[in-house]
């Protein structure tokens, strides 16, 4: 399988049958997936390409992704609250807890500290995890304790659901989002500890992915951390 970063908390995977696109955002002039950007070519080739949205965001979802359409036959999958955008296309949407199987690749959605959902991928033996928009969202030096120790509590109830039921994780993307400053990489850690993936790729971070040796040293005993920052790189996972 291979990883292409395309920007934000966007992603392409990749297989010989099947094409992937996860949270598809910033469609900016580029030459394809070499630089981060979907083009018509980019989807010829495969048995299936399934585009997923987990939720309505603009930074998670670009309505352009409904004209590839035109292309080929695409299989949406999309977080239950873009149904209200009541868009013209043949979409299925999800709720937590819900599944759908295109070929051998099995989506299942969880919930979100946000909108929409998260979303569980299983092909054949690899289990991928994407989190949208669930993380540990509060902000140290602005929220009251209060909401701090009830952001903790629904992220906590969040991750109980899914150490119970998506175990083991093979790949995590997981946000880092710098505008929580002193508490970027909180939801991260707790997530890795809790879930144990064997390769964790952060996302949600922009244009700027700040890491600390102190947070690498945090992580190493629950995950490998692999960073790809710059739309079009790309990994190899076997």
């Known amino acids: 399988m291979k990883i292409t970063y395309l920007y934000n908390s966007g992603f392409a995977l990749s297989w010989p049958d099947h094409l992937v696109i996860i949270d598809y955002c910033k469609d900016t002039p580029g030459k394809g997936l070499a630089d981060g950007v979907i083009r018509p070519e980019d989807l010829r080739g495969y048995k ?17 992704i409904l004209e590839w359409a035109k292309q080929r036959k695409i299989h949406y999958v999309f977080g239950y609250d873009i149904a209200q955008k009541n868009l013209k296309a043949e979409v299925t949407y999800l709720r937590p807890g819900q599944s759908v199987s295109i070929g051998d690749l099995d989506i299942t959605a969880y919930g979100s500290t946000d909108e929409g959902v998260s979303f569980h991928l299983r092909k054949k ?29 629904w ?32 939801g991260a850690l707790q997530f890795a500890e809790a879930t144990h993936p064997t390769r964790l790729i952060p996302m949600h971070f922009g244009s700027q992915l700040p890491l600390t040796r102190k947070f690498l040293n945090a992580i190493s005993p629950y995950s490998w951390l692999t960073c790809i920052t710059n739309p079009g790189d790309t990994i190899e996972v076997k």
């Open 48 to 64: 299936y390409v399934t585009v997923l949205a987990s939720h309505g965001h603009s930074d998670h979802f670009n309505p352009c």
């Open 125 to 153: 033996d690899i289990s991928i995890f994407h989190a949208g928009d669930l993380n540990n969202w509060h902000w140290q030096e602005e929220s009251t304790p209060q909401e701090i120790a009830e952001a903790g509590a």
């Open 155 to 186: 992220f906590q109830c969040e991750l109980d659901v899914i150490r119970l039921h998506a175990l083991p994780l093979d790949i995590a993307f997981f946000p880092i989002d710098p505008r929580m400053k002193t508490d970027i990489y909180r």
